[in-house]
């Protein structure tokens, strides 16, 4: 069963429901403990509060439960959040703890950007990355965040953009976790793409 | 680099798009899924759906439309018009939206610009602001453009920002319809006035008109309607104009 879990304030949640459902597979939403056991694979998406997100989470005791299910080896999908979520903290609102799968922090754009960083980018070093096959590098996807991940761990393949003149990760990939910055249920063909290839592996 | 969008605004109302798409052959150029479907195959970065429904017992018509949309499109979509409160925007949410866009209900109730980007995150909300030219200020006006206010654009602006708006789609009122190009001053004065992205909205009738707004202002994408309907100027052709003329552009769609 492919789970795509679900909280409170996780944005557009339907979006990537209604794409996964379009690429013709089943999945079920996750909003407890019980039904993340269950699932042989999990998409994490959202949008919104790093902050408000986490504390969803642990109040639907859901917050051990993900780490488990990660450390578990089953294939993970993380989008937007779920992709900020992995690292040790984030800055946003002072100081938020994060799931710590993933050695870096999560930081702000500068002030003097336009924020959020928002529309269509493109997204390169992505040929060392298993979920982009058959999809060009320099490939266009859709984005919308203000905080970005700056990555510590040398064991995590890397793919990146660029906004005005910095360079920011955009995509991790690790062991079984797969996560990206953009929102491949909203990046047209190429998002739907590397969706179908994730979902086809399972 | 970030990519400028263009964003084709669609008029809904009681579920039919008017002002259909006319230069495709379409068996049905009133319904919204199809044309979504068309603008995004054309190259469309972001659509805009703009209920102008008068009757408020037809308003969940609309609602219909956005979970037909979703299912289909997968590129983002703001919705507008008609917006009043937490419920309204809740109801689009749950049916697909991406984002939803206020007005009228933004000037009388400014709360409800803090209220949404706390209940559903910065990024679902739009703000629009109707400006119109008076003497060296523009004025923000409301009710479709027939009600003036007491709001100084470039202040309400600033203060949409600081109340948590994710984005504004800005219209000149005195270049709508015109198709003499967008209002630069306008668009230049609103963009470098917040740090948040700004639509230019109003005037396109060519593509420099969307060359020009790009270049000389901070507007991060530009909203065109009938140009684009009546196929006077096609998407397409205004991206590789923007690539000739070295601004970000999606062309891979």
Known sequence: MIGVLCYKGGGNLGSVFKAITYLGYQFEEIWDQESLKKADALIFPGQGSFAQASRSLKEANLWEALREFIYSGKPFFGICLGLQMLFDYSDEFGFTEGLKVISGKVVEFQKDFIRPHLGWNKVFNTSDLRFFKDIPDDSSFYFVHSYYPEVYDLSCKKGFAEYVNKRFVCVVEKDNVFACQFHPEKSGRWGLKLLDNFLSSI | ?253
């Open chain 2, 1 to 253: 680099m970030l990519s400028k969008r263009i964003i084709p605004c669609l008029d809904v109302k009681d579920g039919r798009v008017v002002k259909g798409i006319s230069f495709i052959n379409l068996r049905d150029a009133g319904d919204p899924v199809l044309l979504a479907r068309t603008y995004d195959r054309e190259g469309a970065d972001e659509l805009v759906f703009l209920d102008i429904t008068a009757s408020k017992e037809k308003r969940d018509i609309m609602l219909k439309v956005v979970q037909d949309v979703a299912k289909e499109v997968f590129i983002p979509f703001t919705v507008g018009g008609g917006i009043k409160s937490l419920k309204d925007m809740e109801d689009l949410l749950m049916a697909g939206a991406d984002k939803v866009s206020i007005n009228t209900s933004a000037v009388y109730d400014p709360e409800l610009i803090t209220k949404g980007a706390t209940t559903f995150g910065r990024q679902f909300m739009v703000v629009a602001i109707d400006a119109k030219r008076e003497n060296d200020s523009f004025r923000v006006f409301t009710h479709g453009g027939s009600r003036p206010t007491d709001l100084d654009a470039v202040e309400w602006a600033r203060e949409v920002e600081d109340r948590g708006a994710g984005e504004i789609l800005l219209t000149s009122m005195d270049q709508d319809g015109r198709k003499t190009g967008y209002d630069i001053e306008l668009t230049k004065r609103i963009s470098e006035a917040v740090n948040i992205p700004v639509i230019a909205s109003g005037g396109a009738g060519t593509i420099e008109h969307v060359i020009e707004v790009f270049k000389k202002t901070r507007a991060t994408a530009a909203l065109l309607a009938s140009v684009l309907h009546f196929g006077e100027i096609r998407i397409k052709d205004i991206k590789i104009a923007m690539q000739k003329e070295k601004i970000p552009v999606r062309l891979d769609w």
